[in-house]
């Protein structure tokens, strides 16, 4: 039997937490393949800090720079070095509200991951619950995805479909979708660390299961 040390992973937050609990829970269950080795915040009052403290995580809330919706250029730069201190290997963005660009990603190529409340590549970006419902769809749901560049264009690694009812308000239609992420993310990162895929253009094919 082959042996493989736990991958050591991040999640990047500026939000509630709740894929950040979610995350934290199936990564102590024997056979996650990770260990979360650190959660980087880059707003000081995010939830997400308090859930990285109930669950016993690294958490660290490093200056983004003076940039609203990205991380200045340096403060990337010390993002990555913090990350690397740590020994990460696999970036997971959990709500994070900022860009990563090229540097970054290079850093960890093919190892930043997202998660994103829509079907993409339906409405990608902000408010995605709120475009979707008023959009009049009466399927959305969630996607985990790889980062590339472009803002939630990465090849995507799972779906979940969810149905918008007749019934339904945008607070209940999004806390339908945060329960299918808090099950799809950790279920897709699974995976991720357990089995080899290939790209073929966009399109990700899963192997037989092994170690990447
Ligand atoms: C989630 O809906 C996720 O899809 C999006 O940001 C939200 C983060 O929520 N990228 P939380 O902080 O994990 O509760």
Redesign the pocket.
Known sequence: MTTTRPRRLAVL?S??????RALAGHARAPGFGGEIALVLCDRPDA??IEVARAHDLPVETPDPGRFRTRLAPDAERAWVELLRAHRVDTVL???IMRVLHADFLAAFEGRVL????SLLPAFPGVDAIGRAFRHGVRVTG?TVHLVTAGVDEGPILMQQAVPIEDHDTEETLAER??AA?HALYPEAVRRFLARPFTLEGRRVRWLATGVR
Do not use: R, T
């Open positions: 937050a939000g509630k937490g709740s894929n950040l939830g997400a963005l959990a709500g997202n998660v994103h409340p969630c979708i945060h992420e």
